[in-house]
């Protein structure tokens, strides 16, 4: 009978040391795992959904004697938008949307004053902001994985097409000096365009938030 316990219990001892073993390999394996990947993404939430906009502004001075687009309209390359007393027509640069209009007929107009703003809604991408401290470790072409918050769950995949050469506030006139005199060393942001890919033609709207996972 002892012999059947000490027999049982050396089996039993070695389960346990093999599945000891095993767990421990595997908490290794995991825990590389995760190190490796960690080291080799970044992960922001500091993205929206954006486009490329294009500012008309007046090109002399003048009396506004039509203007015929509103925010939130379509407009075509080469359509009329407006017309100026001393310009025979305002027309729009590209296929896309108006975003931003102030102006109406009959107002006056100095020269480069802002008349609208049209995104060029047929190529809308996820503008990401990178910290300048990560920025070498990213280039075009790099992989990404993108979360909406309008649609959860969903991930998008797509890849960096552009690293902008300038920060984010470099041409916003913004002084890191205070007052006193005294300069406040603040991280720079520098932006990133990301395209996805949108299979189901998902409606997507300016300034969503997002979520963007990079893989270098």
Not at 145 to 155: R, T
Request: proline residues 2%; charged residues 20%; neutral net charge.
């Amino acid at each position: 009978m002892n012999n059947q316990i000490k027999n049982f219990t050396q089996k039993l001892n070695k389960k346990i040391y093999i599945a000891l073993t095993i767990i421990v390999i595997a908490g290794c394996v995991l825990g590389y795992y995760f190190l490796s990947v960690s080291m080799s993404t970044f992960s922001t939430d500091n993205a929206r959904v954006t486009a490329k906009m294009y500012p008309i502004s007046a090109v002399s001075s003048g009396k506004l004697l039509e203007w015929n687009v509103r925010e939130g309209d379509l407009v075509q390359k080469d359509e009329v938008l407006g017309r100026q007393e001393t310009l025979p027509y305002i027309v729009s640069p590209i296929n896309g949307t108006v975003v931003k209009s102030d102006v109406q007929a009959g107002q006056s107009e100095a020269v480069g004053s802002q008349l609208a703003i049209i995104a060029d809604t047929d190529h809308m991408y996820i503008g990401v902001n990178i910290e300048e401290t990560k920025i070498m470790k990213i280039a075009v072409g790099d992989r990404v994985d993108v979360k909406i918050d309008a649609y959860k769950g969903k991930i998008f995949h797509g890849k960096i097409t552009e690293i902008q050469s300038t920060t984010q506030t470099y041409f916003s006139g913004i002084s890191s000096f205070t007052t006193s005199g005294t300069y406040n060393k603040v991280t720079q942001l520098i932006p990133v365009k990301v395209e996805i890919e949108n299979k189901e033609n998902l409606p997507m709207a300016f300034g969503m938030n997002a979520q963007a996972k990079i893989y270098f």
